[in-house]
């Protein structure tokens, strides 16, 4: 079993940066791909981004390609995800999901385990 609680979600300005973390439990994480994905009132899940067990290969949705970073520090169980040049269309609740295949795949279905979520609003 994993748990995963996200923090790090608040109000901020079009333009702002925030950077949203994700700790895991279990001693199995590292062996684990990670990812993020948001869902927006009225609109289904949306992938943002995946982080395979190493950290070596990143993946992300088109619309926040070059905006958002994600990476992982696998000592502290911990996945992250940088959030620069904010829009207004960002505004979700944000999850983190963790893929005990590995693959970081943007198909919501293959993560097994997901967190509470945390709010992020993004005001024009």
């Known amino acids: 079993q994993v748990q995963l609680v996200e923090s790090g979600g608040g109000l901020i300005q079009a333009g702002g940066s925030l950077r949203l973390t994700c700790v895991a439990s279990?001693?199995?994480?590292?062996?684990?791909?990670m990812g993020w994905f948001r869902q927006a009132p009225g609109k289904e899940r949306e992938f943002v981004a995946a982080i395979v067990w190493s950290g070596g290969s990143t993946y992300y949705a088109d619309s926040v390609k070059g905006r958002f970073t994600m990476s992982r520090n696998n000592v502290k169980n911990t996945v992250y995800l940088q959030m620069n040049s904010l829009k207004p269309e960002d505004t979700a609740v944000y999850y983190c999901?963790?893929?005990?295949?590995?693959?970081?795949?943007?198909?919501?279905?293959?993560?097994?385990?997901w967190g509470q979520g945390t709010q992020v609003t993004v005001s024009s």
């Open positions: 999901a963790a893929d005990p295949r590995g693959t970081g795949t943007s198909w919501y279905k293959a993560y097994d385990y």
């Open positions: 279990g001693r199995t994480f590292s062996s684990y791909a």
